[in-house]
């Protein structure tokens, strides 16, 4: 079992930058796959980063490319998201998530956790 806990969200003007946290309780952490994903009010919620267990390797939607960077410490066993240049198409809830296995990273179904999810508001 792992659990998830995100932070960092906030209110933010466009253009702005802020960092997302995700602490997981699993002394296992670094096994897992991890992803940020988000969901705006009526819509679906989508993948905008992943990474690898090492931290090697690293998955954007074209959306974020060159704006946020994914990083994770499996010393600290935690996760982040930094949002840069962010506009408000980027206001969501952010969540975490935890896989063991994916053959599809943008696929909500093959993640096992999931944090509680942070806000993260852009005004223009």
């Known amino acids: 079992q792992v659990q998830l806990v995100e932070s960092g969200g906030g209110l933010v003007q466009a253009g702005g930058s802020l960092r997302l946290s995700c602490a997981a309780s699993?002394?296992?952490?670094?096994?897992?796959?991890m992803g940020w994903f988000r969901q705006a009010p009526g819509k679906e919620r989508e993948f905008v980063a992943g990474?690898?267990?090492?931290?090697?390797?690293?998955y954007y939607i074209d959306s974020v490319k060159g704006r946020f960077t994914i990083w994770r410490d499996n010393a600290k066993n935690t996760m982040y998201l930094q949002m840069a240049s962010l506009k408000p198409e980027d206001t969501a809830v952010y969540y975490c998530a935890a896989a063991s296995y994916v053959s599809n990273w943008y696929s909500v179904a093959q993640y096992d956790y999931w944090g509680q999810g942070t806000q993260v508001t852009v005004s223009s």
């Open positions: 990474i690898s267990r090492s931290g090697d390797s690293q």
């Open positions: 699993a002394r296992t952490f670094s096994t897992y796959l």
